[in-house]
């Protein structure tokens, strides 16, 4: 069984920071490329941020870029995502993925996925 286990999530207030961790279980991390996708209520599945196995490159949505911040650390089998500068829409549910493939925003081409951990940003 491949599992992720996400953590992280809570609420903050407008300019507040939070960072998730996806650990993986069952699996080498740095053999595959993980992605981060959220979905608010009545809202489609928005791909976030992925970080790539083949060469650690990094890639962002444009909603996000400047403020989030993907890593990894391969001795912890786990995957991070540093969220700054929190804005009210980046309120949803925050969920990590994988691939053995290259960095992919469609969530089709991910083959696990953890279980989702909420992100609320208010006042």
């Known amino acids: 069984q491949v599992q992720l286990v996400e953590s992280g999530g809570g609420l903050v207030q407008p300019g507040g920071s939070l960072r998730l961790s996806c650990a993986a279980s069952a699996f080498t991390l740095d053999y595959y490329s993980i992605g981060w996708f959220r979905q608010a209520p009545g809202k489609e599945r928005e791909g976030v941020s992925c970080?790539?196995?083949?060469?650690?490159?990094?890639y962002y949505a444009d909603s996000v870029k400047g403020r989030f911040t993907i890593s990894r650390d391969n001795a912890k089998n786990t995957v991070y995502l540093q969220m700054n500068s929190l804005k009210p829409e980046d309120t949803a549910v925050y969920y990590c993925?994988?691939?053995?493939?290259?960095?992919?925003?469609?969530?089709?081409?991910?083959?696990?996925w953890g279980q989702g951990t909420q992100v609320t940003v208010s006042s």
């Open positions: 993925a994988a691939t053995s493939r290259y960095c992919s925003n469609y969530g089709g081409d991910f083959g696990s």
């Open positions: 970080i790539s196995s083949i060469d650690g490159s990094t």
